[in-house]
């Protein structure tokens, strides 16, 4: 069979990486602000920068306020991922944790869903903009890197 005949069928989203909204887990009023077939950017396509009013450091500014940890003297990973919308609003929030070799492990449920609670609070996030000023929605993270049962620092 030669490569001109053969169907290209993918068992993934439209780009790698993409999330699907799970009535499950997601909030049905986020929307993502873009007809379907557009795709949501990236956090470093578009304008550069940590799009965040007041940057990083007020996020871990009101993460040592909110003092969150564990009992539990536990070292490791969690990244939390989700979308800001045109509207800089966020949802379909999805997490995983690792332990500090970067294998798959759970840490502390508790702690994970703090740290959960925590993203879906900052409200903060300003929109992507391209094409003279258009605004659109894009894929962002946040990684808490955990130690001894803190958060140290907060990635990216």
């Known amino acids: 069979m030669s490569c001109q005949t053969e169907k290209n069928v993918s068992k993934y989203p439209s780009t790698v990486g993409d999330i699907e909204f799970d009535s499950k887990l997601d909030d049905a009023d986020f929307k993502k602000c873009i007809p379907e077939k557009m795709v949501t950017l ?44 045109c509207d800089g609003k966020t949802g379909l929030f999805r997490g995983q944790h690792m332990d500090s070799d970067f294998k798959e492990k759970n840490l502390d449920q508790d702690l994970e869903n703090k740290l959960l609670r925590f993203t879906k609070s900052l409200d903060g996030w300003i929109p992507k903009e391209i094409k003279g000023g258009v605004k659109i929605g894009y894929y962002q993270y946040l990684t808490y890197k955990i130690e001894n049962g803190k958060v140290s620092e907060v990635l990216p």
Do not use: C, W
């Open 42 to 85: 990236q956090y470093y396509q578009g304008n550069p920068g940590f799009n965040y009013r007041g940057e990083k450091i007020a996020i871990e500014e009101k993460l040592k306020r909110e003092n969150i940890f564990s009992k539990k003297d536990i070292n490791g990973y969690f990244t939390v991922r989700f979308i800001v919308n």
